[in-house]
């Protein structure tokens, strides 16, 4: 179904936004956070993430606990 996968992408988008990630204004897939020393960054691409991080679990486990309830897969 072509509004699901729309459904998704808001869902996951507002996820970011509450993990304090913002979308990169040269590409609105890439989102981003400062943490001070450095930056994070989630690339999406559909329904794929590919996540740059000191610490990716730490991002996996937020996005899979609740209340997010996402169910990766290949981390």
């Known amino acids: 179904m072509k509004t699901s996968s ?3 992408h808001e869902r996951f988008s507002g996820v970011l936004r509450d993990m304090k990630f913002v979308p990169s204004h040269a590409e609105p897939d ?3 956070r400062d943490m ?4 994070e960054y989630i690339a999406t691409y ?3 993430l590919t ?3 000191r ?3 730490a991002i996996i ?3 899979e606990g609740k209340p997010n309830n ?3 897969k290949g981390t």
């Open 61 to 63: 486990d937020v996005l």
């Open 55 to 57: 610490n990716p679990q």
């Open 6 to 8: 729309v459904q998704w």
């Open 36 to 39: 001070g020393d450095q930056y």
């Open 30 to 32: 890439i989102w981003m």
């Open 46 to 48: 559909v329904d794929d």
């Open 70 to 72: 996402f169910k990766l």
């Open 51 to 53: 996540i740059a991080s």
